[in-house]
């Protein structure tokens, strides 16, 4: 199709999609003729020819445009990142200014909570800010474990991170504009070589324990509506008394969402630990169904249910009606935890002044009860374990080397993209009973493979993709018990109700 075809069939999309009105046919053709440089169209005929278009038809169109760009010189489509860059400022021209989006969105909460993020989430969609074409291509699962059926994802759009490197950026100064991806003057901000473009970003305010957030939908989506809620102020993540406040405030206001916070601290932390931030959603994890296992009344607290949960993962649970209860308890047990050293059960509050003990945090609302879940971490490291002892060990790495954060402790696996074409070279390998080990890029495999292959009797081009999704399902069912400080057997458990009894 021609220029000026593509420039109507994407005026067509921002009609179906509501992102701009009848009204603002004209001035938005104006400005996309601007963006490509052209005088404009042929003829006052032409211009009027707005054909029928649908949705999914978006990544065409985009891709035809950029491809023009291209050609003329306008664009860099040499990588996925320069293509990213012109196409969010082609799409940045469609998206309403931020004052009309947070009226709607206003309007909308004003009727209900749910239909106003309902709609937020079809608009960043709409927005191509969430590109629903990548994300379908994620490979998604559920595997079934003695914990439940816990989500596995292969993330195909973001690459592996390296936990030392996620260390070493909590400590790098504060340099650039904005200042990260989480920051507020991000919004509507054109993107660089190093950085990512939000022109089609749109930030919702929110007060949250009497303090100024924004909430806003992760572009990557590991699970439905996954949301950001980041403080206004860029400054570091930080597990406090405040931060059950900030949770409960926010679940309060959106009971129809969890949210949870990255622990703060590295290995045990999330990927960016220098914007305070929590991520939330409209989705029941494998965590939220697991039982308490081992009831527990905290003195004084006779009003709070509580008890150990059935999970990998080290989790006291709390449900109450009375917010400010849980918060008072919930800071009680983490200020218990920083300063709890348990040295037969290798748990340190400090070593030579760096700290250790902290939390991860998860509110939800079931009804009229608040719910709290607060996972003990512990990010001491070894010689044995340079990654964290209390971080997927070395055996692991193949499927999952990368920080145990508060989606995975949730029992959603975030794995790399690299595994889905090692995948396909581990199947074609064991149908075709090639030896692993001599592959260079599979060879971390090999373990691995030897060791659940005598589990099945019938391996076949039926049967082998399924087998693989299994066993890695398994594998990150170990990675969370390796992440749990206190484990699944007697003495673990002993260990846990020790430190329970402090509190």
């Known amino acids: 199709m021609t220029i000026y075809q593509n420039i109507n069939r994407l005026v067509s999309y921002a009609l179906e999609t509501e992102l701009i009105t009848r009204e603002d046919i004209i001035y938005t053709q104006n400005k996309l003729l601007d963006l490509f440089k052209l005088d404009g169209f042929a003829s006052y005929e032409e211009a009027k020819k707005l054909p029928i278009v649908q949705i999914p038809d978006l990544e065409n169109i985009l891709a035809e445009l950029l491809e ?28 309403p200014p931020p004052s009309v989006v947070r009226s709607k969105f206003r309007n909308l909460y004003a009727i209900s909570p749910m239909k106003a993020t309902d709609w937020y989430y079809t608009f960043s969609k709409n927005t191509d800010y969430i590109r629903r074409y990548r994300v379908c291509k994620d490979l998604k699962w559920k595997t079934t474990t ?9 993330n195909l759009s973001k690459p592996e991170k390296d936990p030392k490197k996620i260390a070493a950026a909590r400590f790098a100064k504060k340099s650039g504009y904005p200042a990260c991806l989480l920051c507020p003057q991000t919004e509507g901000y054109n993107g660089a070589s190093n950085r990512v473009a939000r022109e089609t970003h749109r930030i919702i305010p929110l007060r949250l324990a009497g303090e100024d957030w924004g909430f806003q939908y992760s572009p990557y989506v590991y699970y439905n509506e996954h949301c950001i809620v980041f403080n206004m102020e860029h400054s570091p993540m930080k597990i406090y008394k405040k931060t059950f406040e900030y949770l409960f405030d926010f679940v309060e206001q959106f009971p129809h969402y969890t949210i949870g916070s990255n622990a703060d601290l590295p290995i045990v932390g999330g990927s960016i630990l220098t914007h305070n931030h929590f991520q939330g959603g409209r989705y029941e994890f494998a965590m939220a169904r697991a039982p308490i296992e081992t009831p527990y009344v905290f003195k004084g607290y006779e009003d709070i249910s509580a008890g ?11 449900d109450g009606k009375d917010k400010t209860r849980l918060i008072d308890l919930s800071d009680k047990i983490l200020q ?23 939390i991860t945090p998860i509110a939800r609302r079931r009804g009229d009860v608040f719910e709290i879940d607060l996972v003990l971490r512990n990010n001491i490291t070894t010689k044995e374990h340079p990654l964290g002892v209390y971080h997927p060990h070395a055996e692991l790495h193949h499927i999952k080397k990368e920080n145990i954060g508060l989606i995975e402790v949730m029992g959603l696996a975030v794995l790399p993209s690299r595994l889905k074409n090692e995948m396909e070279l581990v199947e074609q390998a064991i149908l ?27 391996i076949n081009k039926d049967t082998i993709s399924e087998i693989l999704r299994n066993e890695i399902g398994l594998v990150f069912s170990k990675v969370l018990e390796n992440a749990g400080v206190y484990k699944q057997d007697d003495f673990g458990q002993n260990a846990f109700i020790r430190f329970v009894k402090t509190v």
């Open 68 to 95: 023009y760009a291209t050609k003329q010189g306008l664009a860099d489509g040499s990588s996925t990142a320069d293509k990213d860059l012109f196409d969010t400022r082609i799409m940045g021209l469609l998206v």
């Open 146 to 154: 003695e914990y439940g059926d816990i989500d596995i994802t292969i």
């Open 308 to 318: 150990i949960v059935k999970w990998p993962m080290s989790v006291i649970r709390l």
């Open 336 to 358: 218990a935890w920083r300063s709890y050293t348990d040295k037969d059960a290798f748990i340190f509050a400090e070593t030579e002044g760096e700290p250790h003990n902290t």
């Open 432 to 458: 075709e009973h090639k030896d692993i080990r001599s592959d260079q890029t599979i060879a971390k495999h090999a373990d691995w493979v030897e060791e659940f292959l005598p589990k099945y009797n019938d």
